[in-house]
Every structure is written in C-alpha cells, then in structure tokens.
C-alpha cells in the first residue's frame, strides 16, 4: 500500500452523484489510499466496466459478511468512499486486477434498480475543521504512537512512517495510520470509517494503536523468553553431547546407563521383599557401587551381586494344593502301580492340610533304572501345586557346585542349588536331586558333605552360599533325591532322607504299564490314533522276555516304539482301512531276532550245577553256580568276574564243608587230593553276600558226586557254623524264579518279614522254605536216598504252599500271620 498526495484536493467536489458499487471482502478503502484489487465476480467486474465508461469513479463499500458471495443491498455498509480506478488489467483465468484510489468518505442514500451490477446514489460527508492546540497535540501523540508501533512490526516498511511524519492534516493523518494498520479488524475500521470529526478520529486511533502496542510487546516478551529457552536447551544439548564426547574418550560413556541402572535397583529394593540381612547387604553394596566407576571390574562383580539377590524368591510361594482325592488321582494318571510311595505322598499333603507348618520332607528313590524315579518327582510337583526343579549330580566332583564361589574368585557363580530356585521363582518347589549316588570326591572337595546341611531339615532354613555370604530358607523347599543304589551314598546323607525302596517291576506290571500306558502313548507319537491296530498281550509278553532285560520300562518302551514306527510305515504304504493285527509270532517280523533268551533252569538235574538268585542292576536273574572237582592238592578257584566279598564268601562256604566232609560220607582228607574249582558263567561283575548257599551246595555235590534238583533255586549267606543269614531283594529274587519256571526256593528264616513285598500270584505260585541251617539247604536241594541219616534230623524252618503257612506235615497252619497284601498288578483283572 502506498498514499499518493492528492494534487485536485483544493477543487470543489460535488456533493451528490451516482456511480457503480464495487463491494469489497474483508477490506476498506480509506480516502488517500491506494489499494490493488483483485476482481472476480461479474456483478463486480461489471461495475468496474461501468465505472470505465463512466469517467472511472466508482463507489467502495465493503460487506458485512465476506462469506457472502451474491451479496444485496442489506448486507453491505452505508457508508464507504469513492475511488477513481488508476489502472485496470484483465487476467487471462478472467479475474481483473485493479489499482483503486480513495477520494472522500459518502454514504449510499439509495440503490438504483440496475441488473448487471449495483449502481446506488450517494452523498458525499464533508469534513470538519479541526486545527486546535489539541488536535494538534493529538497529531503529535498519534505520531509517535505510530512510531512505537513500527518499531515492534517489522512487517512496516520505514518509507511509511517517514511519509506520515510530514502529514499535517489531523483527518488525512488518521486515515494514512489506519490504512497501515493490518491487524485492526474490519468493524474498527468501519468505526473510523464513519467517523466524520478528525478529533475523534485521532482519539480512537490511539486507543487501538495502543491495545496492539501491548499485545505487540507481549509478543516480543514471549518470543524473547522462547529464544532464550531455545538457547538455553541448545546450549545444553551442546554441553551434553560434548561431555558424552570427553567421557567417551575418557571410557565414561555408559555413566548416564550406570546411573539409571542404580535407579532401577533403588525401585526394586523399595517393592522387593527380602531378609532384614538380604536388604541391608544389599544397601550397603548399593552404597559402595555409587561410588565406583561404571566400567571398573570391582563395579561389574558389585552389580552382578546385587542382581542375584534381588532375583532370588525370598518369599515368593505357589499356592500348594491339599485336594487328597485330587492328588490320588494325579498319581494314578501317571504312575501304575508304586502304591507305597502314593501313600507316604498323601500322608504328607494330609499333615500339610492341617498343619500349615510341616517343613519339606526329604525323600530318597532308590531303584533300578527305568522304574519312573524322575517321572514320580514330576507328579509329585503336579499333585501339591508346586513348580518342578530338576538338579542331575551325576559326575558333580566340585563342592563349589552346591554352594557357590566365593565373590572374590573371577567369574564367581552362585551353587547350582539358588540358580535353580531363581530359575523357578518360587521359594517352596519340588526339588529333586537326581542321581545323588554318582557323585565323587576329589581334590576340590566333597560335594555330598555340601548336601548335608541343604537335606537336613533342622539346618536347612538357614543355608549359607558362599557367593551369597547369607542364610536363605530352604525350609519350605520339598526335597526329593533319586539313586539307583545306596552304595553311593555317603551314611550321613542317607541318614537325612526317607529311604523309599522301588522295585523293578513285574512281568505282570511291565504288561500292564505296556497296555495302559506306553502303547498308548506310543500310537499317539506315531500317528496311529484312528489306525485299526491291537497290540496284543502276547506280543508285549514277547517284547519283555526276549528283547529286553531292565527293572524298569525304558527298553520296553523305546521297543514298543520301534513296532509302531513300522506299522506307520506301513500304514503309509498300503492305507488305514486294513486292520492291523500285532502278535507274538510277528514281533520277531518287526524286531528282528530276539536279543535275549529267558532265564531257563536247566532241564536235567546235574552235579555240581545249582541254580542261585541275585540282583543286579536291572532286578531279580538266576545265578547258575557250576562246581567241579580235579586232582590238585586241596586249592580252591572262584571265577566269573567276582568281587573281594564273594570270594571271602567262597572260602567260608569251603571252610564249612571241610569241617563236616565226614557227615558227608567223605574220608576227613578228602580234600587234600583234589582241587575245587566253582565258577560262576554269566560274564556280569558279581558281589554280594548272598551267594553263599549256593556254593556250599555246589561244592557239596561235586564231592558227593551226588545231583542237584534243577526245579530248586536258593539264596543266603552262610558262616562257618552253617547259618543261614539274611539277604536284601528277596522280591525280585522270588519273581526271577518265578519267571525261570523255578518250583521251589530255598531262602533264610530272618527274611519271612519281606514276603509281605512279594506279590501274592508270586506267592502261591512257588514253595518257599525257610531254613536257618545250611543242612536244611543241602536236604532240599541233594537227591540222596536218605537225607536225615546224612544230614541228620530237620532243623526249625518254615514252609509256604500256595501262599499259606504249612505244618510239618503238609497241612495249614492253624494260626499264621496275615498273607502279604495284594499289589496292584496282582488284583484280579490285571
């Protein structure tokens, strides 16, 4: 915008006239100023053409409301001015721009009917005089208001101000100002539009000019403190990012990360809850990280430290369950058979249920492989509610294992037992120690003199880990340790632990977990749910005796699976709609020829040939015992891979014959020209003291010349006197002589207690006799003609037909202890 001096102003104007109405959007047209206009509709454009023809005066009043786009008479302002058009160019998108000069202020006094365009009669409003020493002062006042304002808005230009100084016209120096003020709204402009006295004029203008002065200064206030703030963070970023820089040189540039982390372990302290020691341990080292460097190594073994007991569940426990029905049937869905370690498990939870307070018993499964040691901890954990920790020490050597490092050792650890719990998250888990007889010393220590103080449950709940250095309950922790014999274990350990005894099981518990259990989930591993196949009892009875040899249902299983990955293979080839038939004649089809042949007595009764029992690693076998006799000079030889306890077995047992060779119709130094030799042929590492029956039997026939009953098996130790002592696994002695097709067993007195173990269908299907003399054993056993005239008159002994007590001559007793309950696997049906 610009003024241009008005060289015609001494010329009278007329005071009335008619001219084309152009109105205006959002803008007014004040006299002396000149205003570019951008024209685009047609009734405008019209008038402007109008105008053109009419010496180019035109009237410029704006609209009300500049939304409106075909405005009428209502609704634009009276008063405007009129403008001569300066300069006129048509665009080529049909819009007309237009440079307009204002003249004087009129008022529309009437519309003239025009269609094209707005064409109204107008009066011009005179002026007044205003030349006082107010107006005067008003004139100055206003300048230098104006003066102020344009120094705050930029947007200004200096000519403008420089060009109203030399106004000195009080009306025209209003009407310059105003045109120069942009962010005066429209209605204002109106005002002073309409105003006719110059006073007044100058008075209003002050007042506008000031309210835009102070929201001017606001904004410089406000743009001031903005930049300043702005300086101010850039500034800071520009510290920041230089220190980042001088401790990264400085190998500093995780402090910022180290300082968060120690506000993490501030909030975690707040909300973890611990031991009144655990929390002042870990304040006091919380202390002494503030003050280290974040990547000294001390800093690292601090925060490491700090996280370890921060993470332990010191209180955390799962909710245990104490649903008995509940817990009985877990323990059946999982486990067939093993009823009296069902029964001390529901005997616990039931004392827990009313107590509240029963610390975690301490149980010890020794058996054989496979017999579902592990798999019962599992249930076990499943029953109660409880979370499952499983810790192998087979092969552990280091006592560290179990207790920790101390913190000053490099790459210090917690003991494997508080990772197992961090692990778990729960401060009363089952936790089961498997394999607790494999463990060893050496030089770095005794690591099952470390599980003393964790199984014993009056020192437990105060255990100390060396890498901790604190005591932490254990107390509530159920303990379940596994071994396949107590040979391994330490006595002061076992005398901290339940000893529970599980068995191999029987052939008819092998058949029933077969049916029940593996097959099933055999069929469902190899895809052969909706196949049509039976796996019959025989072919699992096939499996049993002559493709495996184990106490427990491992082989058994992984054969079982070797069958069904080919009836899959088979099913893939030819289809499920043809039913599938597995019996025992077709397992040797799938499995090839059988590995082992049944332990079979022998047929024949022989010299020198006894039929033993013993135990191994995989349950109850027949110990064949051959003794023969040759010229020698009274040496006896014991071969067969036997260890230091049968040999001095052997010699007793030879020391007893010599003692009594003439009982045995043998001149006293029969001996002396002869050598015995007994051996033993199954080429399995034997011991034991359960064998010394047998070789005084053997040794006996061989010298006598005199056969053994080859339906007979026999166990016992004996001494020099010839008594018969007791031995261990009388139950899977009995059913390997019952599975050899043994008829009668020869046993020690003292071990009538442990039939109670044997299942009954064992029981009523042998004659057990129970001697406490080595005579005894040789009457059962020799076929001599007259057995009381060689080894004299009975001693005191037992006999059980069909499972019932006997008298002497053969009938029932009339008072017997109560028969040996029924296993499982032995209840009708089974």
Not at 145 to 167: D, G, S
Request: proline share 5%; charged share 30%; glycine share 6%.
């Amino acid at each position: 915008m610009f003024f241009k001096n008005d060289s015609d102003r001494g010329k009278s104007a007329p005071e009335r006239g008619v001219a084309p109405l152009l109105p205006l959007r959002d803008i007014i047209v004040f006299p002396y100023m000149v205003s570019q206009l951008f024209v685009g509709r047609e009734r405008s454009i019209a008038a402007l053409d109008e105008a053109m023809n009419r010496g180019k005066e035109i009237f410029l009043a704006a609209q009300r409301n500049a939304k409106t786009n075909d405005p009428t008479a209502e609704d634009i302002f009276a008063v405007g001015s009129v403008g001569v058009i300066m300069q006129l160019l048509r665009l080529p998108d049909g819009t007309v721009k237009v440079l307009i000069e204002g003249k004087r202020r009129a008022k529309i006094k009437k519309f003239v009917q025009s269609d094209a365009f707005f064409l109204v009669e107008y009066e011009e409003i005179p002026e007044k005089a205003a030349s006082s020493v107010e107006v005067e002062a008003l004139m100055r006042s206003v300048q230098s208001t104006f003066e102020v304002y344009v120094k705050l808005n930029k947007k200004i230009q200096p000519e403008v101000l420089m060009a109203v100084q030399a106004i000195d016209d009080a009306s025209r120096l209003a009407d310059a100002i105003v045109a120069n003020l942009p962010t005066i709204k429209l209605a204002d402009r109106q005002s002073l539009l309409e105003t006719d006295d110059p006073k007044q004029r100058l008075e209003r203008l002050i007042e506008l000019m000031q309210a835009e002065i102070e929201i001017l200064q606001v904004e410089k206030k406000i743009r001031s403190r903005v930049k300043k703030q702005m300086e101010k963070t850039q500034k800071e970023y520009y510290l920041n990012e230089q220190m980042q820089a001088i401790q990264k040189e400085l190998g500093g540039g995780e402090r910022d990360e180290f300082k968060n982390e120690i506000q993490e372990i501030e909030e975690a302290l707040k909300t973890k809850r611990m031991s009144k020691e655990a929390t002042a341990k870990v304040k006091k080292e919380l202390k002494k990280l503030k003050m280290m460097h974040p990547t000294s190594a001390e800093a690292t073994v601090v925060r490491n430290y700090i996280d370890w007991i921060l993470d332990l569940p010191w209180y955390e426990k799962s909710e245990e369950r104490f649903d008995l029905t509940e817990a009985e049937k877990i323990l059946d869905e999982d486990h067939y058979g093993l009823r009296k370690i069902k029964e001390r498990i529901l005997e616990y939870l039931a004392v827990q249920a009313l107590t509240k307070k029963l610390k975690g018993p301490v149980l010890c499964f020794v058996g054989p492989p496979g017999v579902g040691k592990t798999s019962l901890a599992k249930s076990i954990a499943r029953a109660t509610g409880r979370r499952f920790v499983r810790l192998s020490l087979g092969g552990v050597r280091d006592e560290a294992e179990i207790r920790g490092h101390r913190r000053t050792y490099i790459g210090a650890l917690p003991g494997k037992l508080i990772q197992s719990l961090k692990k778990a998250g729960t401060n009363n888990p089952v936790f089961l120690l498997d394999e607790v007889d494999k463990m060893s010393t050496d030089f770095r220590g005794d690591p099952a003199a470390a599980l003393l103080e964790v199984l014993d449950p009056e020192q437990n709940h105060a255990f100390n880990d060396h890498y901790l250095d604190l005591d932490y309950d254990l107390s509530d922790v159920m303990f379940i340790t596994t071994a396949n014999t107590l040979g391994g274990i330490p006595v002061p350990l076992q005398d901290r632990m339940e000893i529970i005894q599980l068995s191999g099981y029987t052939e008819f518990e092998k058949l029933n977990i077969s049916l029940k259990y593996l097959v099933p989930r055999q069929r469902k591993e190899c895809g052969l749910e909706d196949v049509n196949m039976n796996f019959s009892e025989g072919a699992v009875r096939t499996i049993i005796h002559h493709y495996t040899k184990e106490s427990g249902v491992r082989s058994l299983e992984r054969e079982i699976a070797s069958v069904c990955r080919k009836v899959a293979r088979k099913v893939v080839n030819e289809g499920k709609d043809k039913p599938i038939e597995i019996s025992a004649k077709s397992i040797p089809k799938f499995l090839g020829v059988p590995k082992y042949r049944l332990g079979r007595r022998a047929e024949k009764d022989e010299v020198g040939l006894v039929n033993g029992l013993a135990v191994t690693s995989v349950g109850g076998d027949l110990l064949p015992a051959e003794a023969v006799v040759l010229p020698g000079k009274g040496k006896l030889v014991v071969t067969g891979l036997i260890e230091k306890g049968m040999e001095e077995s052997a010699q007793a047992a030879m020391s007893y014959v010599r003692s009594h060779l003439e009982r045995l119709g043998l001149s006293s130094d029969a001996y002396q020209k002869v050598d015995v030799h007994v051996h033993f042929p199954d080429f399995v590492r034997k011991d034991g003291p359960s064998a010394g029956v047998t070789m005084v039997t053997a040794v006996c026939s061989a010298l006598m010349k005199v056969p053994v009953r080859q339906d007979l098996a026999m166990t016992g130790e004996v001494t020099l006197r010839g008594r018969v002592l007791a031995i261990g696994g009388l139950k899977e002695k009995l059913l390997a002589a019952h599975r050899s097709g043994i008829s009668t067993v020869v046993l020690p007195k003292e071990n009538r207690k442990d039939l109670r173990d044997v299942p009954r269908r064992v029981l009523r299907a042998l004659r057990l006799v129970l001697v406490e003399h080595v005579d005894d054993v040789l009457r059962e056993a020799l076929i001599v003609k007259d057995p009381e005239a060689t080894f004299g008159p009975p001693h005191a002994r037992l006999e059980y037909r069909d499972g019932e007590l006997v008298t002497p001559n053969g009938s029932p007793a009339p008072s017997m202890p109560s028969l040996p309950a029924d296993s499982p696997a032995e209840q009708p049906g089974a």
